[in-house]
């Protein structure tokens, strides 16, 4: 898609405050697709002031009129499924195979869900003598990360708007045209004037005027847990609403007598699908020393699957990664891995062969990983699995459970009452039992460090709510 020169406020495209602009570079060759306007605290000052407008006349429209516009928004993202796809493929890298199904129907899946929950939630209960009424929180700031792009920003503003709030949205800088088509299938959904607004930019810049705009009621933040730490500081201190997904370390618990061959393959596809980039990605596997060494020769093989090439060939599995600071942070990882003496058993920091132009990591599988080593502690967001031993199921847990993160997981076992058994010790906020599959309704968001809130579902709406009791 063309890029706009402007920002998407009060229901049109306007110009921006300054000139600065963000080029866009496609991170499989390195050329520059497009220009997004870099905007300026001026900029956030407009959106947040159109927000505000918009919101009475927003929080006052009935629940099932809320409902038919995000209908009418998923629908208008439905329509453009393909050009989202291949929108999201040229800015962030990811394989148009993982693009189709994930970076376009799941965001579309989840704005559908949000229609019907804005229809049916019950926003008002009667408790003994009183009503209570679940009210729009008011003008929503939404920052959002490139790693899942359109995903990060539907399950921001679909339940925001499907409770009544209105919203700024400031998405990151690397995947700016995916947030641009959003706004225009906004624009065609008839969405009232206002009700939505986007601001392209910098963090440190726009991200930061909005997180700490006084005429901002809640943040919501998607990314590091460096950004994170600052936004809920900032919030803090202004007693706004906050929400923080952050980053991962999850594990993949393999217990003995689990299907080993499909829980490492599994495990290895979880790891790297959209390059490693996914921040409830199964980074540590945890194998039981009895099957240790075959899980590690099933985890190396499986990496040979998945060689990295051109996103737009519908049989690449591995893309590159989203830009070049990831790229060297990620083979600086890997640098450490060998360093702290773990064995590479695949990849290694080394760019790909035949691979000149472009920001490429080899899928890494790392073995004799011990649990205080960098690798195993820190979230690296690229393609590299770490493959830990253990001897018995508590020091399983205890490795489970030793790092500041508690995001996603997952336990294979022979017997799904002890996988779950397992599971409930986890401190981590979704575990997925023999390779259950993802729910867009389930309550999404970590335990610890990795983040406060809980994004998808009713959990997801609620953020957006706060309750007011009448009492009779
Ligand atoms: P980041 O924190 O640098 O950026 C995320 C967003 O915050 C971007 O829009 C950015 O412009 C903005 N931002 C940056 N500095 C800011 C500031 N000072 N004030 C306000 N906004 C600011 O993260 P990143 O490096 O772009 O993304 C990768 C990280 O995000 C990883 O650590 C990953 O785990 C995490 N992440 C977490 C989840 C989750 O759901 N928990 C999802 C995706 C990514």
Not at 121 to 126: C, L, Q, T
Not at 202 to 213: D, S
Not at 342 to 352: C, I
Request: glycine residues 12%; charged residues 20%; hydrophobic residues 45%.
């Amino acid at each position: 898609m063309k890029a706009h020169d402007g920002m998407y406020t009060d229901g049109a495209w306007r110009a921006p405050a300054g000139r600065e602009v963000i080029e866009v570079v496609n991170p499989a060759d390195e050329q520059v697709i497009g220009a997004v306007p870099a905007g300026t605290a001026e900029d956030v000052d407009a959106a947040v002031r159109g927000a505000r407008a918009a919101f009475p006349g927003w929080a006052a429209t009935p629940p099932a009129a809320r409902a038919e516009r995000v209908a009418a928004l998923r629908d208008a993202l439905a329509a453009r499924r393909d050009e989202i796809a291949e929108t999201v493929t040229a800015e962030l890298g990811a394989p148009l195979r993982l693009s189709q199904p994930v970076h376009a129907d799941l965001p579309i899946t989840v704005a559908g869900t949000y229609a019907k929950l804005a229809a049916e939630y019950p926003f008002e209960e009667r408790v003994g003598n009183s009503t209570v009424y679940q009210e729009p929180v008011g003008v929503v700031a939404a920052i959002t990360p490139w790693n899942y792009p359109l995903h990060q920003i539907v399950a921001k503003v679909a339940p925001a708007l499907a409770a009544g709030c209105t919203v700024v949205l400031k998405p990151a800088e690397d995947t700016p045209l995916v947030a641009q088509l959003f706004a225009e299938a906004v624009d065609a959904a008839g969405l009232p004037a206002g009700v939505f607004n986007l601001v392209t930019g910098r963090g440190p810049v726009a991200g930061q005027a909005l997180a700490e705009h006084e005429g901002v009621d809640l943040v919501s933040f998607t990314g590091s847990t460096a950004v994170g730490r600052r936004i809920g500081a900032l919030a803090g201190g202004a007693v706004k609403r906050v929400a923080l997904e952050l980053g991962g370390k999850s594990a993949n618990v393999i217990l003995p007598g689990a299907d080993l061959a499909r829980a490492v393959n599994v495990g290895v596809a979880n790891v790297f699908a959209n390059s490693g980039q996914t921040c409830s990605a199964w980074t540590r596997m945890l194998v039981h020393a009895a099957d240790y060494d075959e899980a590690v020769g099933l985890a190396a093989t499986a990496a040979k699957k998945y060689p990295p090439g051109d996103p737009r060939d519908p049989a690449t599995r591995l893309g590159p990664l989203v830009s070049a600071v990831q790229r060297d942070r990620v083979r600086g990882y890997i640098e450490r891995g060998v360093a702290e003496g773990a064995r590479l058993v695949a990849g290694g920091p080394e760019a790909p062969e035949g691979l000149t132009r472009g920001y490429w990591v080899a899928p890494t599988v790392f073995a004799d990983v011990t649990p205080g080593m960098t690798i195993a502690q820190e979230e690296i967001f690229g393609p590299v699995l770490a493959v830990l031993r253990y001897e018995d199921e508590e020091e399983a847990l205890r490795i489970a459970n030793g790092t500041v993160y508690g995001l996603g997981g997952a336990v294979w076992a022979a017997d799904e009452a002890a996988a779950v058994a397992f599971a409930r010790r986890m401190d981590t906020g979704q575990v997925d039992i023999n390779g259950g599959r993802f729910n867009p309704l389930a309550p999404f968001g970590g335990y610890k460090q990795s983040g406060v809130g809980r994004e998808l579902g009713t959990h997801g709406l609620a953020e957006y709510l706060q309750p007011k009791s009448l009492q009779f």
